[in-house]
């Protein structure tokens, strides 16, 4: 490909080449909430795990591309600087994930069984009493989201003050936060993911599991991103910046984190099943029985070996349209995987969807999609003052 280098100009995203999305998201967060609403009062448990559930999809996603664009730093990435500032937008919607939390903590009894549990009825519980506690739980929640609030605020200020400074004082600090920021997101992301879904059996444990939930976050934020990115270059954005080098990078990357999540997911289910201790298997038997053991499966071959056969060949990455096939396919599989975490430990017998699942999807997403479009205009999509930026435009890979 040729090397002759255009200097990008700054690419605005202006309102009105969402069209008329904004009035859908509008309308979609009102059928959301209207259907949340109902299903809070009639039927109170299975609202609080359509909303866990729906949550925690959406956490997965934000803080996904608050992990790449700290790879992006910590790693001195050029290939990433064009599609940064969508890693940032997005990253920038945990604030307002937070927001979303607020439901389940009246849940919590609800949800979490240890939640009502007194002293001296479960000796299990009893000797985890140091962490499994109120107000300890509290303060967890209220520590990781404002870390990783904090992350993804500092991130994006460095990044757009050096749009207008072009400073390169700027790219040193957000190198240095994202080597102190990198800890503190695999502490939070790991200790929330066992809050919130490991803890929904608070006797099964596993070591693996933080590492599991990260590997599902990281390929499934690659994967929106490659989605964002394509719809943006059909709006006429990054036409002269973005090419096909980039999106190979994109592919390989959905492609490494799907093996790692097959990896990850086999690791675990194999050391619990030759282990075979009952406090560690309980989680695989009851996801393993009736239509929950189908929908594994289901997950399994979806998530891992569609994705590996296709994304395994050089041309299908170089692909817009074929990768955006995969990258929505993932988003689904992602999807799945949260509800077969959550939902057996409501419907124990077999699947049971519910329209609060749909509801709660619309009243969470519909609104941080919104979010996200009014805030995509505030800057300009492309890091012009990134010193890295010309090395970007002439990737080669």
């Known amino acids: 490909m040729s090397h002759h280098v255009h200097h990008p100009t700054p690419e605005v995203f202006n309102q009105k080449h969402a069209g008329t999305a904004p009035l859908i998201l509008?309308?979609?967060?009102?059928v959301g909430i209207a259907l949340s609403v109902l299903g809070?009062?009639?039927?109170?448990?299975?609202?609080?795990?359509?909303?866990?559930?729906?949550?925690?999809?959406?956490?997965?996603?934000?803080?996904g591309c608050l992990f790449w664009t700290m790879v992006h730093h910590a790693t001195d990435a050029e290939w990433s600087v064009v599609v940064r500032r969508l890693m940032e937008n997005v990253a920038g919607l945990i604030p307002f994930v937070f927001l979303f939390f607020i439901p389940l903590i009246f849940c919590a009894p609800t949800l979490w069984k240890w939640w009502t549990i007194p002293h001296g009825v479960d000796e299990i519980l009893d000797g985890k009493r140091g962490y499994l506690n109120h107000t300890f739980f509290y303060s967890r929640v209220f520590i990781f989201f404002a870390a990783l609030s904090a992350l993804a605020i500092l991130f994006k200020r460095h990044s757009t003050q050096q749009d207008t400074t072009s400073h390169p004082q700027h790219t040193i600090s957000m190198r240095r936060l994202s080597f102190a920021g990198i800890p503190i997101f695999a502490v939070s992301l790991t200790f929330g993911a066992y809050d919130w879904l490991l803890g929904l059996d608070y006797k099964w444990f596993s070591t693996m599991w933080g590492v599991y939930i990260f590997a599902g976050a990281a390929g499934s934020a690659m994967s929106l991103l490659v989605l964002i990115l394509t719809w943006l270059r059909v709006k006429g954005y990054y036409k002269h910046s973005i090419t096909h080098e980039h999106y190979h990078i994109m592919g390989k990357l959905m492609l490494a984190f799907s093996v790692f999540w097959a990896y990850i997911g086999f690791s675990q289910y194999m050391l619990i099943w030759y282990a075979n201790v009952p406090e560690e298997t309980s989680y695989f038997i009851r996801r393993n029985i009736g239509s929950w053991n189908t929908l594994s499966i289901a997950l399994v071959v979806g998530r891992f070996f569609l994705p590996f056969l296709v994304l395994l060949l050089q041309a299908t990455k170089k692909k817009p349209r074929v990768l955006c096939i995969i990258a929505g396919w993932i988003l689904c599989m992602q999807l799945l995987d949260m509800y077969i975490i959550v939902m057996p430990m409501l419907h124990k017998d077999g699947v049971a969807p519910s329209i609060y699942d749909i509801g709660a999807i619309l009243a969470i997403g519909a609104p941080l999609i919104f979010i996200f479009l009014k805030r995509l205009g505030k800057h300009s999509l492309i890091p012009v003052g990134d010193p890295r930026i010309d090395l970007c435009l002439k990737l080669s890979n």
Do not use: K
């Open 26 to 30: 509008i309308a979609a967060s009102i």
């Open 40 to 63: 809070a009062v009639r039927n109170p448990e299975q609202f609080a795990y359509s909303w866990l559930f729906a949550f925690i999809y959406f956490f997965t996603l934000s803080v």
